[in-house]
């Protein structure tokens, strides 16, 4: 049942969704003396205004507030029990100055100043090359002989049960004279592994997945070939989600402005953008991802994946060469392989290995015939997404001045979550966005919508526009996922409040400006970039609120990375990274890894966990997503967790300097600013 956010003495129920809800802002609270009596206050509007829906206009700057929120329909506010879990409310009770709006449970109250970072490279230090632990022998041992025995009695039971038990493998065998689809091959690691930990993936969720996610209870009596649900639901600290900026909320400013595009443009605009599916909202948005990213011009896709598989085949063919780091992600792999060009992969993000093979490819030429190659892409990751290292970007771009190749890089997981603008890992480095030729995103890490975006020159953008398959082939975005990403954008840039010199104000499209008039990059959007009819709260319009949001990911990063190091866990990836793989190797440990967590009292937590053939064998690991939803307590939380975890399942094999927790956590600003 809906609760309201806002203190609101109205108990008027609200009709429909979409009627306009009754504007109320800070000041219209009463002041409270004390924090007890503003938890007070709290519960008794909730037991008052049970079934009403409040969206607060206006959203305080989050010196005070972290976001502003109303309750969905399955906030923490309608949940009986106690508060110890730190879910429904903080577990640092609020001063008397200190009046929050939002639901805690979407985004975190955290008003301490000194738990803020800057994501931003130090220029006067070379780029540290990323080092890999390696795990005791006997760790390694183990999990090849954990394979070992599962593939033996795997296959046994295999060859017995094709025999003794049919009814259970006849999607295996030939039956009634057709072949089986599914060899048993194909899905030998499928039933035999993750068929034995299927509760641990696929979870049912409910509600907004924000800093908390409600999930749906279930368990299984038949070795997880059903599932059973009693009907119960838990509210656990949501670690797992891309949610890099908190962006994914169910009211607020972005919210609100969702909701009146729906009135204005439906849905769906019903067509590929090529047909009939493209509105005026969509050069909008691409004008607006153009002059975000520092390119001349940008295309949107419907799908992160997609815009990886069906816009590479449009930059490269038969003749042409593309050289990909090692672990780039499966939506690379798919388009380069349907484009038919050559391919060579260089060592992960190791640049003497990219000089090295730049240097025998440019020599040698096309196999056999030796001749040169058409042209030479080189596709890189801002942020890897397993592993979360972060790209050597000034290094490439050296390399890319040097030998004369065109550079894709992916920034999927990196813009927004990177660099003191949160425009990506050019920004982190400072480099400008326009000495890459190929700048990819998507819009479901930092910005809480869905879809992808490839900026570069006009010309190549016009190109792709025709050639690339999603143009003619895919469903147009849709206008709610649009405003999401405009909105969204528009609040981490910063709207002027006029028109920049000699630009064409208007209500829907921005006019993309010649090069030399174009203002120097990275930018706030003046307002002509915006519809009339999209209004943002002041502290998102002047972009004060995305900063703050930025600086917590940057803090939040750091911690949790520099925490698990100093409990003695191996960890991949960069500092500043927003994605924290803590690598437990033993296929049966992640299993136990993620029901551990996940049942832990007060506070379940819920977590990624990741193996073969997602990562290497012997690296399974789980996968932390950290957000700037989360407050430092909830940091300390999953650190508590993995402590007592790893002490459990034997995973502390780190060769760094050890903290007790306790000192981790009292020395955590000094714990980040050391990195």
Known sequence: MPSPIALSPSSSPSPSLFLKKKKSSLSQHPPFPTAASYLSAVHEADARARGQVVTPSSTPPLSMSSSVTSASGDTALNEPGDDRSGLTYPLTAPTSEQVFTTVHSEFGHCANQNYRCVSQHNMGKPVAEHKIEEPPYYILFTTYFSYL????????????????????????VPYNGYAPLNSDFDSFYTRRLKHRMDDCFSQPVTGVAGRTILIYDRYSEDCNYTQIYPGTKTRALNISSYNYLGFAQASGGCADAVEESIKRYGVSTSGTRLEGGTCDFHHTAEALVARFTGMEDALISSMGFATNSTFIPALVGKGCLVISDEFNHASIRVGVRQSGAHV??????????????????????QPRTHRPWKKILVIVEGLYSMEGTMVNLPKVVELKQKYKFYLFVDEAHSIGALGPHGRGVTDYFNIPPRSIDVLMGTFTKSFGAAGGYIAGSKALISSLRLRGHSGPYAEAMTPPVLTQVVASMASIMGVTSAPLPNSKASSHALTILPRAEEPTHPGMAPISALPTWLSLPPSLADGSEARERIRRLAFNSRYLHAGLKKLGFITYGHPFSPIVPLLIFNPGKMASFARMMRNRRPTPIVVVVVAYPATPLVTSRVRFCVSGAHTKDDIDIILRACDEVGDVLDLKHGHGERWPLEEITKRSVELVNSL
């Open 344 to 365: 060579r992969m260089f060592k992960h993000n190791d640049m003497d290995s990219l000089e090295g093979l730049l240097r025998e490819v440019i020599s040698q030429g």
């Open 149 to 172: 025995l599962l593939i033996i009695f795997g296959h046994l039971r295999d060859f017995f049960g094709k025999r003794f038990a049919k009814s259970y493998l006849t999607h295996l």
